[in-house]
């Protein structure tokens, strides 16, 4: 029987938002300030985003945007991550049931967002087709099927294992997958791609390495 989820909200993730997220790096830099950040982000059609994860961006297909570069524009160096979904997975070992409510109420506000949907309850399953779905997307884009895929396990992310597909650039690292959410409560997860520079870890550990390969998975999506 699948492991439940309480709650998923999710936006598709379109060729458009790939193709956008891979053309960050390399776009033409924006002075870090912020008339000049936000001229360029209202340029694009995006925007700021506090609420839903601190300190992030909006981008015009309503996924939210994530940087740990001061701008997310013309910054080779920094690690990118488009979240296109967010679950709450049930914990079979938390007993304080005062959780629920107020992160019934995030979801709830991931939900609400342009163009995204949402489940109350779940299940691993609904979880994964939307993963497999972000995935058809990046290997359409690219015209390449992964180069890994491996089921997460709690070493890697919180919550049920739900699935991570790695491709490589000559540069950059994407992952498909689950991903902690650093935001002020983390107790929710994340569905990202993550857009990482290879020199988190170049070479990609053989697929049957089990330890070595969760390791280089989490040093291309944790942020």
Same mark, same amino acid.
């Given at each position: 029987?699948?492991?439940?989820?309480?709650?998923? /909200?999710?936006?598709?993730?379109?060729?458009?938002?790939?193709?956008?997220?891979?053309?960050?790096? @390399?776009?033409? *830099?924006? #002075?870090?300030?912020? =008339?000049? %950040?936000?001229?360029?982000?209202?340029?694009?059609?995006?925007?700021?985003?506090?609420?839903?994860?601190?300190?992030?961006?909006?981008?015009?297909?309503?996924?939210?945007?994530?940087?740990?570069?001061?701008? *997310?524009?013309?910054?080779?160096?920094?690690?990118?991550?488009?979240?296109?979904?967010?679950?709450?997975?049930?914990?079979?070992?938390?007993? =304080?049931?005062?959780?629920?409510? +107020?992160?019934?109420?995030?979801?709830?506000?991931?939900?609400?967002?342009?163009? +995204? @949907?949402?489940?109350?309850?779940? @299940?691993?399953?609904?979880?994964?087709?939307?993963?497999?779905?972000? #995935?058809?997307?990046?290997?359409?884009?690219?015209? /390449?099927?992964?180069?890994?895929? $491996?089921?997460? =396990?709690?070493?890697?992310?919180?919550?049920?294992?739900?699935?991570?597909?790695?491709?490589?650039?000559?540069?950059? /690292?994407?992952?498909?997958?689950?991903?902690?959410?650093?935001?002020?409560?983390?107790? %929710?997860?994340?569905?990202?791609?993550?857009?990482?520079?290879?020199?988190?870890?170049?070479?990609?550990?053989? #697929?049957?390495?089990?330890?070595?390969? *969760?390791?280089? $998975?989490?040093?291309? $999506?944790?942020?």
């Amino acid at each position: 029987m699948p492991v439940p989820v309480h709650a998923l /909200a999710h936006r598709p993730l379109t060729a458009a938002a790939v193709a956008e997220l891979l053309d960050l790096p @390399t776009a033409p *830099p924006v #002075a870090e300030d912020f =008339d000049a %950040l936000d001229s360029e982000l209202r340029r694009r059609g995006c925007g700021w985003e506090h609420e839903l994860v601190a300190d992030s961006f909006r981008t015009g297909s309503a996924h939210v945007l994530c940087t740990d570069g001061p701008s *997310p524009f013309g910054t080779p160096e920094a690690r990118h991550f488009l979240v296109f979904g967010e679950l709450y997975p049930v914990d079979p070992d938390d007993e =304080d049931l005062d959780n629920g409510p +107020w992160l019934y109420e995030l979801m709830a506000d991931w939900q609400q967002q342009p163009g +995204w @949907t949402g489940h109350r309850p779940a @299940t691993v399953q609904d979880c994964e087709t939307v993963l497999a779905q972000a #995935a058809q997307t990046v290997t359409e884009h690219l015209g /390449a099927a992964p180069e890994r895929t $491996i089921l997460s =396990d709690a070493a890697v992310v919180t919550g049920p294992s739900l699935t991570h597909r790695v491709w490589r650039t000559p540069t950059h /690292a994407l992952v498909v997958g689950p991903a902690a959410d650093n935001g002020p409560y983390g107790y %929710l997860t994340h569905l990202q791609l993550s857009y990482t520079p290879l020199t988190c870890g170049p070479e990609l550990p053989p #697929a049957d390495d089990e330890d070595a390969l *969760p390791g280089w $998975i989490t040093s291309h $999506i944790d942020w």
